[in-house]
């Protein structure tokens, strides 16, 4: 287990720069962060050069790029367009999109999971036809309508929430941003769950504990979800880092101060320290979470083994 | 591509099951399209597969209806003037955020423009992103995932190191730096974009494919009977492995077009004068207390067209997969 | 002799796309405490659907028993209300699977499947009852036992897999154990051993056995009677030894004739000509006349009634003296 984490981090190491270096070299073509640094004012050439030389902007891109790097991993990651560090941006920003994603986990889990049984078990009734036709619905509208109806049906018309988050965004306060960012992956676990448990009620191995003659309760709970749920939780952990990459939408809509919302700021203000910052961080969130849904995965399966 | 003990296709467990792709559209079907790899078995038997599920498909209501549908979005998307007189770009300022009058059934948008017109002359920009892109990347990803599931070895490893590198940037993300440099207005960064990053999806889907239908024991035979390389992808491999492709190249046709108008809404996909359904709901966004029916037209006209493709897609893989008859 | 189990005039149906299919028309037999009936039939004569029906544990739907009665030690298990049922269920009756891989929850410790009998139906601790456990595979010869406890079913050879799929079975000692071609699964040299271990078993619990198989090999050696099925009937029903001498229907004989034999060597081996019929649609008549050597016209029209051959043999075959004198 062991060598096997320590060759699956290794193995991240070039994903890591690829995926890294490929949005540093489009950031860096984003346009020059020093004249977007002056805005419309032509800036004095001697100070122009001074700071390109404090930003390391007069060397080739790779050197940029690994001493961009170096800096990062000496936890100092830059000065964004506010003239904030972007280490204390990443500080009020970060804890905003974890709590997002929370909501938003839970919100998948727990409603794909619950609606994924019902049809899975009731396959080929009305429940499930149901079922199936609202996750095809739900797929099919983009994030950013759902978000927007769903804030205006709640927010606007029936003033059951405030249409925005405040500042602090309490939990409370992100239940429907949760939701809203939850619902293209909620159909996914409720299809996935559906499947899985489909596949898993024809077991054979379902059939032996119904031989034992164990109650129905214990059936499912311990032979049929035990092992439907295993790709599905599998699943929710991938998804935790897609989520938080894919809130800027959600954040945007209902003016979240998270990661997806600095992240816009500083591609529009051409602020690169900020978008390669919130970038590496994302990426290494992403790795990380693949890698531990793997070894979760052996955990619940005792049939899959790293060496 | 780590050597543990893994699911079926040598993919790792996350790999697996989601493709763990970062814009959350993107993955929906994959999954499931795969376990069509399995099905499709020796060539004798995917003619009667492909034969059959057209069988199935003319009996089934979903197909029928998403490809009525699908048929009346390609013809508007090439002859909007069929069903819509106006002129999209032809706005009147003094009937701006107005409702419903004769002759403009959907209203007016802030700028004066007519929202019938425009939602209609929509579907272009829509239909040819979502097109092109899903050609673009079935192609480039199929051929690339079917010889790295071919061959092997290096190219097999090299394909999956570069793949992980485009997983691992988060979709949206990825088009709002990308894009942002573009100042082209037409339809092809956008396409562009959407290959460069839906292409690896697809090719693990052929991948898969190709070592499950490399393993058969038709292949294994035709293999000992001396068939030379070229001959056995394309006479008895690339058949077998088409489907699951096709499957999830129908599918995401649709959750591109989704992308393309979540993009254009951020501001850096289609650009004016360009007429897309993204860009109207961004502008609408903002009117919503005063004016709901510009968001409502084209978003339910959005809506409808992703949900024809992933219905068709849908009872494309039932079709297909044996398992769920 | 105590009747432990009487199955009369059983019927089963799947209910499908393509039409119903009557998987068992009409079956009746009897299991003794302590006897072990071998039930013998190709692929499709309803004898697995029979001994799902006894236990329980019919797919349903599709599948739908629309006729006959079950009892199990004087009770009829069909009228019995479903928890009752489940109570009979492994605790009573046990059933041993053909393939313990599939048979056998992946994802959960032989220990915790074998200990889970006594968790739920003797409201035993867990930790009693994995005690329990490394007791019953003791008792069915796994090696190291205590340390195997804590393992799960794919790190078992297909052997050993077998032997706790009898351990689950044997737990709470039942009455009647069905076993659904228990080795087809396995290598030809453990398939012996694991019949060897089942029958000792038995022996040792006097209990009755219900013995689903294929295999003619198998059965000679461990069961009492045998019941040979055919589309979902039975066709012949005798005490072991009789059948092989001279069988009463023409399947059995066939049956008998199509086991390559060392004396024969050289000459073409018998099969039976044809094909099982197709559960939807059954011929009319005998349901194995148009593959039956001696099928006359009466065949054709009028369904055999099981006739009484001796006071322990009976056979379904309108010309089942003709076929004894053979």
Known sequence: MGRYVIRRLLQMIPVFVGSTFLIFVMVYALGDPVAALFGDRAPDPATAAQIRRDLYLDHPLWQQYTHYMAQIFQGNFGTAFTGQPVLQLMGSAWPLTIRLTIVAVIVEGVIGIILGIISGMRRGRSVDTGVLVLTLIVVSIPTFVSGYVLQFLFGVKWGVVNPSVSAAAPFNELILPGVVLALVSLAYVTRLTRTSIAENTRADYVRTAVAKGLPRRRVILRHLLRNSLIPVVTFIGTDVGALMGGAIVTERIFNIHGVGYQLYQGILRQNSPTVVGFVTILVIVFLVANLLVDLLYAVLDPRIRYA | MPEPLTPPNGRTASEAIGNAGAGGTMDFAASEAVSIGLATAPTARARSLWSDAWHDLRRNPVFIVSALLIVFLVVIAIWPQLIATGNPLACDINKSLLGPAPGHPFGFDTQGCDVYTRTVYGARASVTVGVCATAGAALLGGVLGGFAGFFGGWWDALLSRVSDIFFGIPIILGGLVFLSVVTNATVWPVVGFIVLLGWPQIARIARGAVITAKQNDYVQAARALGAGPIRMLLRHIAPNAVAPVIVVATIALGTYISLEATLSFLGVGLKPPTVSWGIDISSASTQIRNAPHMLLWPAAALSVTVLAFIMLGDAVRDALDPKLR | ?326
Request: aromatic share 4%; charged share 25%.
């Open chain 3, 1 to 326: 002799m105590d009747t432990l189990l009487d199955v009369r005039d059983l019927h089963v149906e799947f209910r499908t796309r393509d039409g119903v299919a009557k998987a068992v028309n009409g079956v009746n037999y009897s299991v003794n405490a302590g006897e072990t009936l071998a039930v013998l039939g190709e692929s499709g004569s309803g004898k697995s659907v029979t001994a799902q029906a006894i236990m329980g544990i019919l797919d349903s739907p599709p599948g739908h028993i629309t006729q006959g009665k079950i009892f199990f030690q004087g009770a009829d298990l069909l009228s019995l209300h479903r928890e009752a049922r489940r109570q009979v269920r492994g605790a009573k009756m046990a059933m041993i699977f053909q393939d313990a891989l599939s048979a056998l929850n992946p994802v959960l410790s032989v220990g915790d499947q074998l200990g889970e009998m006594y968790v739920v139906h003797r409201g035993m601790s867990r930790k009693d009852a994995r005690a329990r456990a490394v007791e019953l595979m003791d008792r069915v010869r796994i090696p190291a036992a205590k340390e195997r406890v804590g393992d799960y079913p794919h790190q078992f050879s297909g052997g050993m897999r077998q032997r706790i799929m009898i351990a689950m079975a044997m737990a709470l000692e039942p009455d009647l154990i069905i076993a659904d071609e228990p080795t087809t699964a396995l290598d030809v040299t453990v398939q012996a051993q694991v019949m060897e271990l089942l029958a000792e078993l038995q022996r040792e619990m006097r209990m009755g056995l219900i013995l689903i198989t294929h295999d003619l090999g198998v059965v000679a050696d461990v069961a009492d009677r045998i019941a040979v099925m055919y589309a979902g009937r039975i066709v012949e029903t005798a005490p072991v030894h009789e059948i092989y001498k001279a069988p009463a229907h023409p399947y059995t004989k066939g049956l008998l004739e199509s086991i390559p034999r060392l004396d024969l060597k050289g000459k073409e081996l018998y099969a039976i000509k044809g094909l099982p019929p197709s559960l939807i649609n059954i011929p009319p008549g005998c349901a194995f006349n148009p593959r039956c050597p001696m099928a006359q016209e009466v065949c054709r029209t009028d369904v055999p009634p099981l006739y009484k051959v001796s006071q322990t043999r009976a056979s379904a075959c309108h010309f089942w003296k003709e076929c004894l004198g053979d």
